[in-house]
Each structure stands twice: as structure tokens, then as C-alpha cells.
């Protein structure tokens, strides 16, 4: 009897093991985006070469950011919805975009899209970590 009964904790221990681990992959949709962390700035670089980084920003609404090309080739920031290619960087050059909506908005480069792509996150609390 008292082995059934230890054989039953084990058996809760384990249902809250796998309850736990079920969570954490819900709260993760996607699981390609693993390290793609929203970092929390309004300049995003285009280094060499072919990528935006950081690649997932978070800023505050009414923020402006600021896209610079230090790579040696020229891309270009397009969102989504916008005809291509969007904003034309030259090597050196810059463009900047205001947003006034909250939201996830992801964009591309049009000439390089497979490997370039990016989020600006922007969150309704100004200056504060949103949840
Ligand atoms: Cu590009």
C-alpha cells in the first residue's frame, strides 16, 4: 500500500512536469523566433552584411526610428502593405518612420527579403516595459 501510494505522487509530480513544459511552449508561438528578442531602441543598423540588427525592436508609441546602412550594399526597409522596395538605402545612407499606432509591424528589405526581414514592436505605455 505504501508503495502504490508513493507511485501515485510520482504520478502527479510527472502530470506537473509535463503541464509546466506544455506552458512554456505556448507562450512561444512560432519557436523559430527563439532569440529573436524585441530589444528596446529606435536605431536599427544594417550591417554587413544582408541584416537588420537588431532585428525585433520594441519602442514606445509616437517613437521615431532610425534605419542606417553601414553595409557595402544597398537595401531597402519596406513594411508590410507598402509597395516595394519601400525606403532605398544606399550604402551610408538612412531613413527614419514615425509610429503613431500600437503593433507588431514587420518589413523587409525588398532586394534581399529572404534574409532580411524585421519587427517594430510598438507598445501603448511610453517608456515602460509592456508585458
Ligand atoms: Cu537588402
Known amino acids: 500500500m505504501?508503495?502504490?501510494?508513493v507511485l501515485g505522487v510520482r504520478a502527479i509530480v510527472l502530470v506537473v512536469a509535463i503541464?509546466?513544459?506544455?506552458?512554456?511552449?505556448?507562450?512561444?508561438?512560432?519557436?523559430?523566433?527563439?532569440?529573436?528578442?524585441?530589444?528596446?531602441?529606435?536605431?536599427?543598423?544594417?550591417?554587413?552584411?544582408?541584416?537588420?540588427?537588431?532585428?525585433?525592436?520594441?519602442?514606445?508609441?509616437?517613437?521615431?526610428?532610425t534605419w542606417t546602412n553601414s553595409d557595402n550594399f544597398t537595401h531597402s526597409v519596406q513594411f508590410a502593405g507598402e509597395d516595394a522596395p519601400g525606403a532605398v538605402l544606399k550604402p551610408g545612407d538612412s531613413t527614419s518612420r514615425t509610429f503613431d499606432q500600437a503593433g507588431s509591424f514587420t518589413y523587409v528589405c525588398a532586394f534581399h527579403h529572404q534574409n532580411m526581414t524585421g519587427t517594430v514592436i510598438v507598445t501603448e505605455a511610453s517608456g515602460s516595459a509592456a508585458p
Open 2 to 5: 505504501i508503495s502504490a501510494r
Open 19 to 65: 503541464a509546466t513544459a506544455t506552458a512554456g511552449c505556448a507562450s512561444q508561438p512560432g519557436g523559430a523566433d527563439r532569440g529573436a528578442v524585441a530589444v528596446t531602441t529606435t536605431h536599427v543598423d544594417l550591417p554587413k552584411s544582408y541584416k537588420f540588427a537588431p532585428a525585433s525592436i520594441q519602442v514606445a508609441i509616437g517613437s521615431t526610428v
